[in-house]
């Protein structure tokens, strides 16, 4: 079955502990991106990646960081996780866009909640 | 940056009958994606029209997209207890792979 895994996808942690949320895709989609997602706020891109070792930063890349060794995963590092980052979190994948993004599928979502 | 706005943001309706959102946008755009999220869950991908095209169907999905006015809009007719969802506009500049959502209507369909 095609589909976006996230890991895990419940997590309440202490301010700076750091922290990695585990993003997986078994579609052999070069592009991935995260998100996190706040009341009123709506989706707001975090970082995302073109192809393996090609990462760049979205709209609200402070506090996190990524990585992407390998084509199916691309995990998301919270270094030290500070309570202004407790949201909803979540992993896409698509083929590599052309002149605008594709259809995009979402992993689960992770919740997280910093104190 | 959000772009996208949806309107309203929350709707609620009788089954059977029919729900109409709209998105408007600020700037041009490659093409524009409707998606929808169960409470909590993770957002499923609707449709997607591209800047060329006027109007899209898929089974009881019908989005319209108006490219001088900058708005889209997304009608579900005959609508089920199982619409109940969030709804989400995105749309996709003409470079690269970045959706820019706005923040969503809330569907109620009561049976």
């Known amino acids: 079955e095609a589909q976006v895994t996230q890991n895990p996808r419940y997590l309440i942690t202490v301010t700076g502990k750091k922290l990695t949320v585990t993003c997986s895709q078994n579609m052999n989609h070069e592009y991935m991106s995260w998100y996190r997602q706040d009341p009123g706020l709506g989706l707001r891109q975090i970082y995302y990646?073109?192809?393996?070792?090609?990462?760049d930063k979205g709209d609200v890349p402070e506090g996190y960081k990524v990585s992407r060794k390998e084509k199916r995963n691309f995990p998301l590092i919270l270094e030290s996780p500070s309570p202004n980052q407790t949201s909803l979190y979540f992993c896409a994948s698509s083929h590599l866009p052309g002149q605008g993004a594709g259809e995009q599928y979402f992993g689960p979502g992770t919740r997280l909640t910093v104190t | 940056s959000q772009q996208g706005e949806e309107d309203p943001q929350a709707l609620s309706i009788q089954e059977g009958e029919n729900a109409t959102m709209n998105c408007s946008y600020k700037t041009s755009i490659n093409n524009l994606q409707w998606y929808r999220q169960n409470s909590g869950r993770g957002l499923v991908h609707l449709i997607l029209i591209r800047s060329n095209e006027r109007e899209k169907h898929s089974g009881r999905l019908r989005v319209t997209l108006d490219t001088s006015k900058k708005s889209s809009s997304l009608l579900i007719t005959a609508s089920r207890a199982a619409d109940t969802a969030s709804y989400f506009c995105?749309?996709?500049?003409?470079?690269?792979?970045?959706?820019?959502f706005g923040q969503g209507t809330e569907l109620s369909v009561k049976p």
């Open positions: 990646s073109m192809n393996v070792e090609v990462t």
């Open positions: 995105a749309t996709a500049p003409n470079q690269g792979g970045k959706l820019i």
